[in-house]
């Protein structure tokens, strides 16, 4: 066998390991999503390089550890969604596109953060110093982030990065950063959210960045010279 379709084994509630062959060199959107009961995935030795497509082993929430080996080549937003009992992502340090850090997922270089676990403490500042790019859907839903400082190295936060963060009270942006994009929906719906002020080389903000998120104060930076659709419906 070499790939597992989408939603080949969706909602296997009987399942508890996934194993996947070395023959595999794709495993499709939502492959093993719903599995509930699923503790361990194993990836057979000397296996072909592989891709993930999004949601693979979403809401597999008995998962706690995941090892990817050297061959993952590919890897989309949202492949361990709802798996809130992950602690750590550990990737084999001969794999060429993908390392961990702290028990967070990167892209090789450190630049850009693809996962971080909800298990873990939410500090931000223990985020590797190389990264300039929070991935779509990194920190949605995370009821760990409360009062939160982006780096200024930090040059894009993606769509849905922060969304539905509803215990999230504050955010602070180091000063001196050199440019900032912000993502469709980025900091949407986080209900405790009431003020912010975003840094003066914020140079977009997307559609539906704020929307649902009840501020009564907002500083436009003046680099920007107009505003998405949505950017603060309630």
């Not at 062959?21 to 009961?37: E, K, L, M, R």
């Amino acid at each position: 066998i070499v790939q597992f379709g989408s939603q080949a084994f969706a909602n296997c509630t009987m399942l508890t390991e996934a194993y996947i062959p070395a023959t595999v060199t794709s495993i499709g959107n939502s492959a093993f999503s719903g599995c509930s009961n699923i503790e361990t995935v194993t990836f057979a030795p000397n296996g072909q390089e592989i891709g993930f497509g999004s949601n693979v082993f979403a809401g597999c929430v008995k998962l706690t550890t995941v090892n990817l080996p050297a061959t993952i080549t590919q890897f989309e937003g949202g492949v361990f969604s709802g798996c809130d009992a992950l602690r750590e992502v550990v990737v084999d340090p001969a794999n060429e596109h993908f390392v961990s850090y702290e028990g967070a997922l990167y892209t090789k270089d450190y630049s850009k953060l693809l996962f971080y676990p909800k298990a873990l403490d939410g500090d931000l500042s223990k985020l590797h110093p190389e990264l300039k790019r929070i991935g779509a859907n990194v920190f949605q839903g995370n009821p760990k982030l409360v009062n939160v400082t982006i780096s200024k190295n930090i040059t894009y936060i993606d769509a849905y990065a922060f969304e539905d963060c509803y215990n999230m009270t504050s955010i602070t942006f180091e000063a001196g950063g050199t440019g900032m994009i912000i993502g469709n929906n980025a900091f949407a719906s986080c209900d405790a959210l009431k003020t912010i002020e975003l840094p003066a080389y914020t140079n977009y903000i997307g559609t539906s960045a704020f929307e649902g998120t009840p501020l009564t104060a907002f500083v436009i930076p003046e680099a920007i010279t107009s505003l998405s659709p949505k950017v603060f419906k309630a």
